[in-house]
């Protein structure tokens, strides 16, 4: 009789003890962040892409008193950082700044990729899109795109164009119009924007292409020269540069790339959401904004599912862009 009394209070006390552990991922959940989160930036530090994650990581910071934490994981056109966030624990605490080029044009480039962007990836939040634009430094003989392409076609491969990797979209910007203007320019990859940035400035290549965050300091220092811009429209930063379509390179010339923040697949769906608001509200702000279009970047807030439509439609657009330009990387 005695043995029944612990036994009938286990049994009383079952349904709240398997109350409590239901409860016990949510409650850890909202207690999210309980740590700092890493932003893995996947440039060098100096370009667009890092420029962009050290303002958002820096907002954050500073509005939600979360601690985020930028890291940068340079190389391969953006591919190992990116191919590092993929095998990150989806717990929230691993986010990065994906863009274009390597969550869209990298794996119809390289034949050999570690992560499928649609899959391995849950979209979080969009944060600014941007033309690429094509610069030589102010002292160069070519005070236009004409001139580019006179002296290409003259001397096929003379001509040399930097670039922040293979198999970024910025790359393909530059392969895409050599097929359009039907000349051969030399492709000089480097580890970065700022790298190809530092080369050009020297005059040790001819060109650049580039984002428009990456340039726009030197633009504005007077030590670039725009040639073209390769978006359908002329961007707002640089209002009096020609698109490439319209100096006669292809009429639906159309280049662009985009920014935004992405986590391991699984993450749980109340951080993703959260983390969208979060941003969304600093891209609300109208110092952020003044902030990303002084790097010549528009920005853009989307849900998580527009921002997945957006990666999903893009992923496939550039299946076709990419086997037109022949363009492969090992």
């Known amino acids: 009789m005695h043995n029944d009394i612990p036994r009938r209070a286990l049994l009383r006390a079952l349904p709240a003890l398997a109350l409590g552990a239901a409860a016990g991922p949510a409650l850890a959940q909202a207690a999210w962040p309980a740590k700092p989160i890493r932003l893995i930036v996947p440039f060098p530090p100096g370009g667009g892409t890092d420029i962009l994650s050290r303002l958002i990581a820096t907002q954050l910071t500073e509005v939600t008193r979360w601690t985020v934490v930028p890291d940068n ?110 000349v051969q320019i030399r492709h000089v990859p ?29 633009l504005k220092a007077g030590k670039l020269r725009p040639l073209a811009v390769t ?6 930063s640089l209002p009096d540069v020609p698109t490439v379509a319209e100096l006669g390179y292809g009429k639906d010339f159309d280049v662009s790339t985009w920014y935004g923040l992405f986590a391991p697949a699984g993450t749980p769906k109340e951080v993703v959401t959260r983390l969208n608001a979060e941003v969304n509200k600093l891209l609300a702000r109208a110092d952020v904004q003044a902030a990303i279009h002084a790097q010549g970047a528009e920005f853009q807030a989307m849900t998580p599912a527009q921002f997945a439509d957006l990666l999903a439609a893009d992923y496939l657009k550039w299946k076709d862009i990419v086997k037109a330009s022949g363009a492969t990387i090992e």
Not at 109 to 126: E, Q
Not at 151 to 167: E, I, L, Q, Y
Not at 195 to 208: E, F, H, R, S
């Open 231 to 236: 978006s359908a429209r002329r961007s707002t």
């Open 73 to 182: 994981r340079g190389g391969a056109g953006g591919t190992i950082g990116i191919a590092e966030a993929a095998r990150a624990q989806p717990t929230g605490y691993d986010i990065v700044m994906g863009q274009k080029d390597n969550m869209v044009v990298a794996p119809w480039l390289y034949k050999k990729l570690s992560y499928d962007p649609v899959k391995d990836f849950a979209a979080v939040a969009h944060v600014a899109y941007t033309p690429v634009v094509i610069v030589t430094r102010t002292e160069s003989k070519f005070q236009s795109l004409k001139d580019v392409v006179e002296a290409a076609r003259k001397a096929p491969d003379a001509v040399t164009f930097g670039s922040p990797g293979n198999g970024t979209t910025i790359h393909l910007a530059g392969e895409i119009f050599k097929s359009a203007a039907q």
């Open 190 to 218: 480097y580890k970065g924007s700022n790298a190809a940035m530092m080369d050009v400035l020297a005059g040790n290549v001819d060109l650049m292409v580039s984002s428009l965050p990456s340039a726009i300091g030197q």
